[in-house]
């Protein structure tokens, strides 16, 4: 699956296990920085998304008022 075609909750589920493999008592420190970087792309999509998502219900809402 795309990044494109991922929902916001499929990245939400990812960044989950994202967190929770550094919850882990035994992840591997070697591994850690670049699944650290992962978790932050991914963070950051995640917040575009949504950002996204208001601006869209902001638009919608106002064509209401408008009506």
Not at 5 to 16: A, F, G, P, Q, Y
Not at 21 to 38: L, M, P, T, V
Request: proline share 0%; net charge negative; charged share 40%.
């Amino acid at each position: 699956m795309s990044e494109k075609s991922k929902t916001i909750e499929d990245k939400m589920n990812e960044l989950r296990a994202m967190v929770a493999w550094f919850e882990n008592d035994d992840f591997a420190i070697e591994q850690a920085g670049a699944k650290f970087e992962a978790a932050a792309k991914l963070a950051k999509d995640i917040e575009k998304d949504l950002s996204e998502m208001k601006s869209t219900v902001n638009v919608l809402k106002k064509s209401f008022e408008e009506s």
